[in-house]
């Protein structure tokens, strides 16, 4: 732009018009999910493991599984998705740090350079002004914000798993007995403190971080029927008592890596996607007994939630079956406010004596549970375990009789109750299995 010399990427359109999007707001649109994930792309060179420190595709049924690199949010798990799954996506992600730097090295003014992270036609919804050019009305479209792309994400499903940060990892001592950290009931939605203004300073590496959601629209309209869900230990909770605290309140804010000792808070950005869903952590009632269950076990076990999605925090749709006609079996939905959609399901992932089992819960009156091996090929196995309870639950003849996840639960690990078992283990020898549980 003549102003400013940035860069700016410019599309033909009809009638000899054209389209001007500044770099920028390509690099806001397409990874501006969050703060940590930005932070990475403006600070050259881009590793991929500073995204994410494992990924695998599954080419038959479009599902990826990424475990998230340490302190990045699961808010950024689908630009990540894009960036893994597309050399182009890469290229621009990498092409931000890369084209500053090569500016800098030049000593000259530092605009970062993108593109489009994708190639072929797409659907673009922006907001902007007509400008005039060459004493023609109304030829230029300057974008001022970019507010949908159709272009479809690399992935038709996605699990992924956030890093539990070094920090908390050394705040938990070994041996100690760690909380559960289950998503709340009926909780609401954290709400930022008004009273925090934001500084250009390094944050302090002392104070308890926070988390700042941003309520936005849903930037990429194919990624609404597709499943994104987390992989959630239900183990280590917070370990909030180690950052110290004070009475005097804080009010300067700052974004990046904490590394002073000053009064200013670390916080980090996410989007959050508005729509129709509850509140993250309000529980579906359907699985009100389930989590109670849940609640017990966790005591004795080691539990992951494998659905966690932004929904409601507990649970995907169901998967859709279709017989040889391409009729989708009426079995698979539910009638609720506003007509008939697609049943809800729960994955769970059981560990016990080092032995694993999924349990699924679909939603229904009483819900159906039902436990799934879980095969080597994890990645793979959880979207046949979701397929396959979906195909047992439509054959079932479902009645009020139905055994509970901790009944279940105990049958498959030939246990008469968790609660007889640690009564006859001694305390001092049980303590010992639940830290081996805890750090396996």
């Given amino acids: 732009m003549g102003s400013t010399h940035s860069y700016c990427v410019l599309i033909d359109l009809p009638d000899n018009r054209r389209m001007v999007i500044p770099c920028l707001e390509l690099i806001r649109f397409y990874f501006g ?17 500073s995204l994410y420190s494992h990924a695998t595709f599954d080419r038959r049924t479009a599902l990826l599984k990424l475990n998230l690199a340490e302190g990045m949010f699961g808010r950024s798990a689908a630009d990540i998705g894009r960036i893994y799954g597309c050399q182009r996506a890469w290229s621009a992600a990498a092409m931000v740090g890369a084209s500053m730097l090569k500016a800098s090295i030049a000593g000259k003014s530092i605009h970062p350079q993108s593109w489009f992270p994708f190639e072929g036609k797409s659907t673009l919804v922006a907001a902007g002004k007509w400008l005039t050019f060459g004493g023609r009305e109304r030829s230029t479209f300057l974008v001022y914000n970019l507010r949908s792309c159709s272009h ?30 289950t998503p709340p009931r009926n909780s609401s939605r954290s709400e930022f403190p008004s009273k ?3 500084v250009d300073q390094d944050a302090s590496s002392s104070l308890a971080p926070q988390k700042l959601e941003v309520r936005t629209e849903s930037r990429f309209p194919d990624l609404i029927p597709k499943n994104v869900c987390r ?82 925090g507990w649970t995907t749709d169901i998967t859709v079956l279709h017989d040889v006609d391409g009729v989708i079996d009426a079995s698979l939905f539910i009638e609720s406010e506003g007509g008939s959609r697609l049943r809800r399901a729960s994955l769970f992932e059981v560990r016990h004596a080092g032995a694993r089992v999924c349990a699924v819960v679909i939603e229904a009156k009483p819900p159906y549970v039902r436990l799934h091996p879980i095969a080597d090929d994890e990645e793979a196995s959880l979207w046949a375990t979701l397929r396959n309870a979906a195909e047992n639950f439509m054959k079932c003849t479902h009645d009020t009789k139905s055994e509970s996840l901790y009944e279940l639960v105990c ?30």
């Fill in 33 to 49: 999910s969050s703060s940590p994930l930005l932070a990475k792309l403006f600070l050259p060179p881009l590793e991929r493991d």
């Fill in 196 to 198: 925090l203004s934001f």
């Fill in 411 to 440: 049958q498959h690990f030939n246990v008469r109750s968790f609660e007889d078992t640690l009564r006859k283990v001694p305390m001092e020898d049980f303590h010992l299995q639940a830290e081996d549980q805890l750090l396996r």
């Fill in 152 to 181: 479809p994400l690399p992935f038709q499903s996605l699990f992924y798993e956030e890093a539990l940060s070094s920090s908390m990892r050394r705040s938990a001592p070994r041996g100690a007995k760690t909380g559960v950290a």
């Fill in 231 to 312: 992989v959630h230990t239900l183990e280590a909770k917070s370990q909030r008592e180690r950052f110290a605290t004070s009475g005097e309140p804080v009010s300067d804010a700052a974004v990046g890596e904490p590394g002073s000792s000053r009064r200013v808070r670390s916080v980090d950005v996410a989007l959050f996607i508005s729509g129709p869903q509850t509140a993250l952590g309000d529980v579906p009632e359907f699985l009100d007994e389930v989590v109670d269950d849940v609640g017990l076990l966790r005591e004795f076990l080691s539990i992951k939630l494998l659905t966690e999605s932004q929904r409601d």
